[in-house]
């Protein structure tokens, strides 16, 4: 058709920051898919750039890879999700929603690890500093569940903190393909085992006072 380019659209400048991020993005599906097979001409066709430009914000492929590992592993995108959760909901449905967003992430990253063949998250302090540092997305993650458990202490059987450590225990567990047999449970099925495991009741309180044992 006349006066119709044939050349390919240039993908509008971005800031460095936003540009980097962008490529970190359209980099992580295609980890998922092929692992460390992917190129980096895949990359830059998926982020909507020149493979030039991906050169320019990093240096070669195993630096983009280390900075997509480490975004991936990031608590901050869950941390943000389970805060918005609506705490006007009851007890069960905050944890089912709560559970729902942990086994997002627990898919993702055994996914990436899996195609990567990482038996181990990444050292939080590369590359770059301000890394997330070990075991800052199962803090953040406790005590957001905590939060749920804590208005609803008289229900239970132990203390919100162990309560939450439980169903994250549970969650991670019952979504891990290796452990669940490639069946995962539910966030419903999760929170059942849990919740109704370590509620106060009546009925189950006086089987086990009478009990011998």
């Known amino acids: 058709m006349a006066g119709v380019s044939s050349q390919p659209r240039r993908a509008p400048p971005l800031p460095p920051e936003a540009r980097r991020a962008s490529i970190i993005a359209a980099a992580l599906p295609l980890l998922r898919r092929h692992?460390?097979?992917?190129?980096?001409?895949?990359?830059?066709?998926?982020?909507?750039?020149a493979e030039g430009t991906l050169f320019r914000v990093?240096?070669?492929?195993?630096?983009?890879?280390?900075?997509?590992?480490?975004?991936?592993?990031d608590p901050t995108p869950t941390d943000r999700e389970l805060a918005a959760i609506d705490h006007e909901l009851g007890l069960r449905?905050?944890?089912?929603?709560?559970?729902?967003?942990?086994?997002?992430?627990?898919?993702?990253?055994?996914q990436l690890m899996s195609m990567l063949g990482m038996?181990?998250?990444?050292?939080?302090?590369?590359?770059?500093?301000?890394?997330?540092?070990p075991g800052a997305a199962s803090d953040s993650a406790g005590r957001r569940l905590a939060a749920i458990f804590e208005p609803h202490r008289a229900e239970l059987r132990c203390a919100?903190?162990?309560?939450?450590?439980?169903?994250?225990?549970?969650?991670?567990?019952?979504?891990?393909?290796?452990?669940?047999?490639?069946?995962?449970?539910t966030a419903?099925?999760?929170v059942a085992v849990v919740l109704d495991g370590i509620r106060v009741r009546a009925d189950l309180d006086a089987e086990l006072e009478a009990s011998p044992c």
């Open 93 to 110: 449905d905050q944890l089912i929603a709560a559970v729902e967003i942990l086994q997002r992430r627990v898919e993702a990253v055994w």
């Open 119 to 133: 038996t181990a998250p990444p050292d939080p302090r590369g590359p770059g500093p301000g890394g997330p540092r």
């Open 188 to 190: 419903a099925e999760i």
């Open 160 to 185: 919100p903190d162990q309560a939450a450590r439980l169903l994250r225990i549970m969650t991670f567990a019952g979504t891990h393909p290796r452990i669940s047999d490639g069946i995962p449970l």
């Open 35 to 49: 692992g460390a097979a992917v190129t980096t001409a895949q990359i830059a066709m998926a982020a909507g750039i």
């Open 58 to 73: 990093f240096p070669d492929k195993e630096t983009l890879v280390s900075a997509a590992i480490c975004t991936a592993f």
